[in-house]
């Protein structure tokens, strides 16, 4: 068996890029852009590793930190696919082009993925997490980086990524910016945001959202950590989202109760935001079953 660690790196998001995958000292591969975003950079580890590994007959086992990039391979490509690449919503797929390589690439494939917490000690995971930084470095310099030794004999044929899908990827939040928002008006602006795919995707998009010692409390009655959210987040069945309240609990802090009714459930759902440095984020969230 094969196991190699994959993973990508943005400064900024986007801004220069890159990603890597990591067996051993002789034998990882690295690339990026100029411009790019880090699910980007994950995406593309994966797709370069599965096709430096085409020509061998044997398994492979990928370690990711990126959820995002497993659920996409193994839980919602295949209804991506069917759908013609379009999300539940009907809108486009994020970065289609590698998803379809991705796709064509996994085909035939005795692939697992396991998931490691990035950044926590995992020698492959920091080992790929290291050249796809320099990699985003070298991109940020204007230098091309180390492309690595690879897999003898193996070929590359990756796609034209770029940031967003045909058009470029938009801020997700400068629609809030345009427009003469009151704070609490913003605050449920930024609420929805964390219910639509797009955010939901983009790891770096809900930790803007997220004050850094957001809690929050689960349907189950589990208690959340922002690490545990962001490990897992990912897109959802769409969602209504009903304001029951926006209460002014401070001239920085909204308390928000609002209903979310999805496949016949409602919740019932409170979320403190608090304005640190000028930006809105939320510190606490609670969810409570309706009966």
């Not at 997490?129 to 690595?148: C, F, I, L, M, W």
């Not at 605050?187 to 850094?212: C, G, K, Q, W």
């Not at 490990?231 to 920085?252: K, N, Q, T, Y």
């Not at 016949?264 to 759902?269: D, H, I, M, V």
Request: hydrophobic letters at 40%.
């Amino acid at each position: 068996m094969i196991i190699a660690a994959a993973d990508g790196s943005a400064l900024g998001n986007p801004g220069p890029a890159g990603w890597a995958w990591y067996v051993d000292d002789g034998c990882w591969a690295s690339g990026g852009w100029p411009h790019g975003t880090n699910n980007m950079g994950e995406l593309m580890a994966v797709l370069d590793l599965l096709q430096q590994t085409a020509h061998l007959d044997e398994p492979l086992l990928v370690y990711c930190d990126s959820l995002y990039v497993i659920d996409s391979i193994t839980k919602w490509m295949k209804n991506w696919k069917r759908k013609g690449w379009k999300k539940s919503d009907g809108k486009p797929v994020m970065n289609v082009e590698l998803m379809k390589a991705l796709d064509e690439a996994m085909q035939g494939r005795r692939v697992q993925f396991e998931w490691v917490k990035g950044h926590a000690g995992h020698p492959l995971n920091e080992a790929a997490d290291k050249r796809a930084n320099a990699a985003a470095t070298a991109h940020q310099r204007g230098v091309e980086p180390d492309p690595g030794p690879g897999f003898a004999g193996s070929s590359t044929s990756h796609p034209s990524a770029a940031v967003g899908q045909v058009e470029e990827e938009p801020d997700l939040f400068s629609d809030l910016e345009d427009v003469a928002l009151t704070d609490e008006e913003h605050v449920v602006a930024m609420e929805r945001a964390l219910l639509t795919d797009d955010v939901r995707a983009d790891r770096a998009a809900v930790a803007a959202l997220l004050h850094p010692d957001w809690r929050g409390i689960g349907r189950s009655g589990r208690l959340w950590t922002r690490e545990d959210v962001l490990d897992e987040i990912g897109p959802i069945d769409p969602a209504a989202l009903e304001v029951v309240s926006v209460d002014r609990l401070g001239p920085d802090t909204i308390l928000l109760l609002w209903r979310a009714v999805a496949d016949g459930c409602s919740t019932l759902r409170s979320s403190l935001w608090v304005r640190v440095g000028g930006s809105w984020q939320q510190r606490f969230h609670q969810d409570t079953p309706e009966g």
